[in-house]
């Protein structure tokens, strides 16, 4: 089945500083790639997801990236903020006959230091 | 703001009883994703629904758990005989389009067996 590995485990930058987070996927049939932001007691919230058909997506500050040959896909995060402080996962479909569902990797949590 | 809700938010419960989570989801959404989350961990597939069909399974899904969903809206899921293992976070996500167009989670329940 799908595999989805995700790393840093932890990672800490200057207020300012960019964070980039990288994740490589196992099924070279997942099409689509999401990355959810998850907050102290709270679900994960989607933020920005990236199909297999494009290579690169910016929304504001974040931008993600994927090498589909290497099956490699990344975060990045510009001019980080406090509010950046949470636990990031990336994410693969596996899509199984009638079925799909998102497989997670293990999150990095990004602390921002004033 | 009609998001996905689950209740209780917490549950503390002594080892060997039975718990009951209920699932919300956005109304127009007929997709039910069911997940648990340990510390430190990415959230992992337990089941899914599309409509009142329990379309798959994981095998984390041992004899002792059982999901509904009666009328395609609201789902529960039950932990039987729960063991300390069971201690988790777990997290209901709703979804019109399917997994290749991103869930939206709920708050999640946190389960501790004591």
């Known amino acids: 089945g799908e595999n989805v590995e995700q790393h840093p485990s932890t990672l800490s930058v200057q207020e300012g500083d960019s964070a980039v987070i990288k994740c490589t996927y196992s099924?070279?049939?997942?099409?689509?790639f999401p990355w959810y932001k998850q907050e102290l007691g709270k679900g994960p919230q989607l933020i920005i997801d990236?199909?297999?058909?494009?290579g690169e997506k910016k929304d504001q500050r974040i931008a993600v990236t994927l090498n589909k040959t290497a099956k490699h896909f990344s975060l990045h995060i510009t001019e980080t903020q406090p509010e950046d402080s949470a636990v990031y996962f990336c994410a693969a479909t596996l899509s199984e006959s009638s079925a799909s569902k998102i497989i997670f990797g293990s999150g990095t949590r990004l602390s921002i230091r004033p | 703001d009609t998001g996905v809700s689950q209740n209780p938010r917490h549950k503390i419960t002594k080892r060997g009883q039975n718990v009951t989570f209920r699932c919300d989801p956005i109304s127009e959404h007929n997709r039910l994703y069911w997940y648990r989350q340990t510390l430190g961990q990415g959230p992992e597939f337990l089941t899914y629904f599309q409509n009142e069909a329990q379309l798959e399974k994981s095998r984390l899904l041992s004899d002792r758990f059982s999901a509904e969903r009666p009328k395609g809206s609201f789902s529960t899921l039950e932990i039987q005989r729960t063991e300390q293992g069971d201690s988790a976070m777990y997290l209901c996500?709703?979804?019109?389009?399917?997994?290749?167009?991103?869930?939206?989670f709920g708050s999640g329940t946190r389960l501790t067996v004591v």
């Open positions: 996500a709703s979804s019109l389009r399917g997994a290749n167009y991103g869930y939206t």
């Open positions: 099924d070279s049939a997942s099409n689509y």
């Open positions: 990236i199909r297999s058909n494009v």
